[in-house]
Structures are given as C-alpha cells and as structure tokens.
C-alpha cells in the first residue's frame, strides 16, 4: 500500500480484492454495488489485488522471483479472470491496472481487450523473467 501511496495513487483500505478464492469472483457485483455507494460516479474505485487476506503486495500472486516465471504467469491468469468479471459489470468502463516490480514510476501504456490482456502480460513475463513496468487499460472490446 506504501508503493500506491508512493506513485500518488489514492486509496482506501478496506476493498482489496483478494484472489485467492472463486466466490470472490462470484460475488464481485455485490461487492461493487456497496463499494459504489462509497464513491462517486465519476470516481475510480481502486483495488490491490492479493493471493492472500494477509499480504500487503501481490508477491505471492505474480512474483517470478517467488513464484517462478511460470507460476507468475499462471498468476497473470488469475488477475485476467478477475479483470474479465469487472470488465463485464455494465457500471464498469474501464480497469486500469499497474504491474511493476519494485517502485518503478515509467509504466508502458497499453490500450486492448480483456482478450488480448492475459497474453499480453505472460509474453512479457516469459520475456523479460519478470513483471514488466506497463498500465494495461482494459476496455469492453
């Protein structure tokens, strides 16, 4: 959270999205509806996504230097799933999501799909051996 805080990127605690479990994906639209009546419409609602309730980075989700380069892969397709189910909410227009390892501040922009974004994010894992510096900004393509 002190890396979020670092980049100037506001955020309440208290709506991390932790991926570990299915019925999180499954109750998102509930999740959303309560966290919306927190914010504006106009607001981006910001999530940290975790493996699990305890951790304070997503290490343990799409490290390669934890997990391997294809365990953070693997992770990579977790963190698409949960993309595609909030992609999918019709009060959602958009996910930007930041990857980075460390406390880099230059992200690569990439505009794309739900579909193109899973394979976008493994390539560039198994290319680089680690979490590239890039903002995917997700849309209902």
């Not at 309440?12 to 932790?18: L, P």
């Not at 799409?62 to 189910?85: D, K, N, Q």
């Not at 922009?109 to 899973?118: I, L, N, P, T, Y």
Request: net charge negative.
């Amino acid at each position: 959270m002190e890396t979020l805080q670092w980049q100037g990127i506001h955020y309440a605690a208290g709506y991390e999205s932790q991926l570990y479990h299915p019925s999180v994906i499954r109750a998102f639209s509930e999740m959303l509806s309560e966290m919306r009546g927190a914010f504006s419409a106009e607001d981006a609602i910001p999530f940290l996504c975790l493996a699990k309730p305890e951790d304070d980075t997503s290490d343990r989700l799409i490290s390669p230097h934890l997990l391997g380069v294809e365990g953070a892969c693997a992770g990579a397709l977790v963190v698409a799933e949960w993309v595609g189910c909030v992609i999918r909410e019709t009060a959602v227009a958009r996910v930007m999501i930041w990857f980075t390892e460390g406390f880099d501040d230059a992200f690569e922009r990439h505009d794309c799909g739900v579909e193109d974004a899973a394979g976008l994010l493994v390539a560039r894992i198994r290319q680089e051996n680690e979490v590239p510096s890039i903002l995917l900004s997700i849309s209902q393509k």
